[in-house]
């Protein structure tokens, strides 16, 4: 964590309304705190050193063989895993992009090359690292266009980061397509799909050599017993926890128009509930202390994104009621 993180509400009191982090706030979770609260017994034991019934339990959701599921310590762990599996291998990122993939092949000595398309890939890449619905644009890759590029760079290795793939109503690539392939990973976040970053549990898919690498570098016990009880409750009460990804997609067409209309503010274009937004006078820095400040929202300072400058900020849309507040008091800011 190099270059810092977004979600940055542990340095401020008072927040009642979090624009900061990409996840959907209004998933609720008093099912499975008390769940979680009658399994605390489990803790008196270790769990699996390789959660093996966890990516049992995935595979035939995914529509893969177990042996192509690696369950991890949120995402984060397994964007370390993989820049460190292919230490100094020449590297390019996909930007402006999440800082982790940049930042763990810098700690594991990559050569690295920020590129901003897909035609851009140099010829010399061993490695290409992108995230498809991307953070913090938004946007989603075309499928077919995705896979004829990975089809004519058998030689790269594609780590595909679609955390954000149930925020979507675009086609992404799927787990079955990954698995098919000898150069593709593909990571996957239980945070984002059910708001649950405390617990730190995610997956990457890909076929079963490239997982058998990476499992030779992986730590024991890395994933918790209340992240794999959380998991096992979630994979079976799916319909509780159920996204509105056709209401958040509506959401963010509106929100985005919405921002627009102040004049002040230039919105980018996105695919998910996500919102990458620049401001036209002052900076991001000083409207995310205002509103933290006075309104006790907290968006996410987007500056220091590769490519992206002071003006930059960035959102993730949340019910109707909560982005008005957040619209009204922005106004209230461009007004001072």
Known sequence: MLQGHG??????????????SNVYQHLYHEDLLCYLADHLD??????????????????PLLGVRSGEVCVTAGATEAIYLIAQTFRRSR?????????????????????????YSLDQIPERAEMVWLCNPNNPTGGVWDTDKLLEVIDNHRDRLFVIDQSY????????????????????????????????PGLRLGYLVANDGLVGQLRLQLMPWTVNQVALNAADYLLSHEEAFRLPVEELNEERVRVAALLERTGCIEVWPSDCHILLCRLRIGNASSLKEYLATEHGMLIRDASNFR??????????????????????AIEEWIAL
């Open 307 to 328: 490519g992206l400058d002071a003006g930059f900020f960035r959102i993730a849309v949340q019910s109707q009621e909560d982005d008005n507040a957040l619209v009204e």
């Open 42 to 59: 489990d803790i008196s034991s270790y769990p699996q050193p390789r959660p093996q019934r966890l990516e049992a339990q995935l595979a």
């Open 91 to 115: 590297t390019a990122v996909l930007q402006p992009t999440f800082s982790e993939y940049r930042d763990a092949c810098q700690l594991h000595e990559h050569t690295l090359v920020d590129i």
């Open 165 to 196: 793939a149930d925020f979507t109503l675009l086609p992404v690539i799927t787990p079955r397509q990954a698995a098919e392939r000898a150069n593709v990973i593909l990571l996957y976040s239980f945070t984002k799909r059910y708001t649950m």
């Open 7 to 20: 979600d940055d509400l542990m340095n401020y009191r008072d927040i009642r309304l979090n624009f900061s």
